[in-house]
């Protein structure tokens, strides 16, 4: 019996449920990125190899279906989101920090949270400066593919401000001037600087 070939109508089949079950868990709140999400709905679906997984535009059309679908109020919330990282982004200059996810690609739900990417001189330089400002923050990592073959898991820190919550994660500096790749894709990962996302914020209000 030979393998199946990616083409395949029940692989393709297998994608569009991973990536409704993806979008689900994302409007829910339950995941915070494209590929932690899919790996969830995977595994809950019993989908394994990633011939079986959904890209990010798959997902991000499913959770465009689904918010419409059930008619969620979206453009208040994300307007909302897209404003507190500005000022994220203000207060955080220093290192360059360049907007990613849901609030920048505007599939952002009521649960969402800001994601900015952080490009310090010395990763130390972030703890630093958040523990001088005072601000009581969560450690963690983030698995971020810097390259097509390279993944590094990378330190980031989580907090809540005014009701908003979000993650702030530490890049090596040379990242900015190459983003991040998609996790199964050889595509740039979506990014803005805070001029970008103001000219977004200023669109949305005409």
């Known amino acids: 019996m030979s393998p199946r070939r990616p083409d395949d109508p029940r692989t393709q089949q297998r994608r569009l449920l991973v990536a409704q079950e993806a979008a689900r868990l994302l409007d ?27 890209d990010a535009a798959l997902i991000r059309e499913a959770l465009g279906e ?11 919330a994300l307007g909302v989101l897209r404003e507190a990282a500005l000022q994220a982004m203000a207060f955080l200059a220093s290192f ?17 949270g800001v994601q900015l990417h952080l490009h310090p001189q010395d990763p130390d330089d972030v703890a630093r400066f958040l523990h001088d400002q005072r601000i009581p923050v969560q450690p963690g990592t983030r698995r971020v593919r810097l390259e ?13 401000a005014d009701g908003v919550d979000f993650e702030l994660v530490v890049l090596p500096s040379s ?6 790749l998609e996790p199964l894709e050889a595509a740039p990962m979506p990014r803005a600087s805070a001029a970008a996302v103001r000219r977004l ?5 005409d």
Do not use: I, M, Y
């Open 201 to 205: 914020v200023g669109a949305s209000g």
């Open 148 to 160: 097509r073959d390279r993944s590094a898991d990378l330190p980031c820190w989580h907090f809540t």
């Open 175 to 180: 990242a900015l001037r190459q983003a991040p």
């Open 66 to 76: 689904r918010q419409r679908l059930f008619g969620r109020a979206q453009a208040p």
């Open 28 to 54: 829910a709140g339950e995941q915070v990125d494209n590929d932690q999400a899919r790996r969830k709905a995977a595994s809950r679906l019993g989908v394994f190899g990633d011939a079986g997984l959904p």
């Open 96 to 112: 360059d920090p360049r907007l990613v996810g849901p609030v920048l690609e505007g599939t952002a739900g009521d649960r969402s």
